[in-house]
């Protein structure tokens, strides 16, 4: 007779085993938050301070959200937030080390990275441009709307689907040292973390900005025509108490000689950064 004993060991025999060395679930979240946070970074430092595209506040009513002072201070509050983000994601990174060393881990983790990056796109144009209306991709043009599906698919759609691609070839066997590389993933990514941090402070590369408010008198024809006069760029301009951004541009005489064009035709204060 066979002892109870003996039908245990069997069931344990033919019971499924894990894949060996495969990521866990805390170590895919990790992925997942870092990715959701390295998201958020790339939009603040691409659309809000190098292209300059919007603020996190830009939509907002009130006159509150018409000084530009107001709108920078938002888009610091907003790095704040994904700096949380991006600490709980290293937390968890750290958390989850010991499911880092098997087959297939450096790819799923990378792929839960994408994942998450993806997954921030959609949720800033779903939840914070079309629900909440607080900003879009470009709040200057004529059919936001446009340029907030073109980014999902430009931007959005191609790393969710390099994520599921990821995520879906990672457990299908490895070499040797496939250990080695699930660590060098994680710690690609925490650098990616650590480098996109600074960087957010950074103001755009080469921007020495003189930032111009006009007076409330100043049409908005006649900021324009002080812009090209000084060889500056008009970033934004509100209604009847119109703010504007002029950097000058290289060549155009410096900040100096910039301001002082400006203040000619109406400019009421000009702040150099």
Not at 136 to 151: K, Q, S
Not at 171 to 189: E, P
Not at 218 to 241: D, F, K, W
């Amino acid at each position: 007779m066979c002892s109870v004993s003996d039908a245990a060991r069997a069931g344990a025999a033919h019971a499924p085993r894990p894949t060996r060395g495969a990521p866990t679930s805390r170590a895919l979240w990790a992925g997942g938050v870092i990715g959701f946070a390295l998201g958020g970074f790339f939009d603040g430092i691409l659309l809000h301070q190098v292209l300059q595209w919007h603020h996190f506040f830009s939509l907002v009513p009130g006159e509150t959200w018409r000084d530009l002072r107001n709108l920078i201070v938002m888009d610091g509050v907003y790095h704040v937030a994904v700096y949380a983000i991006a600490a709980l994601g290293l937390w968890l990174l750290w958390r989850a080390r010991a499911g880092l060393s098997g087959d297939g881990a450096d790819r799923r983790l990378l792929g839960a990275a994408a994942l998450g990056f993806g997954v921030w796109q959609v949720v800033d144009v779903v939840v914070f441009h079309w629900v909440i209306g607080i900003h879009r991709i470009r709040v200057d043009v004529a059919h936001p709307l446009a340029w907030d599906v073109g980014w999902l698919v430009v931007v959005g759609g191609p790393l969710l689907l390099l994520g599921w691609w990821l995520l879906r070839s990672g457990g299908s066997g490895g070499s040797g040292g496939s250990g080695r590389r699930g660590v060098a993933a994680a710690a690609a990514l925490a650098l990616a973390v650590i480098g996109s941090a600074p960087l957010a402070a950074l103001p755009a590369p080469g921007d020495a900005a003189t930032l111009v408010v006009f007076r409330e008198s100043v049409t908005l024809e006649r900021q324009a025509l002080a812009a090209a006069a000084a060889g500056a760029r008009l970033v934004r301009s509100e209604g009847a108490n119109p703010l504007g951004a002029l950097p000058p541009r290289r060549g155009c005489g410096g900040p100096g000689l910039a301001g002082r064009r400006l203040r000619r035709m109406g400019a009421a204060v000009g702040l150099e950064s």
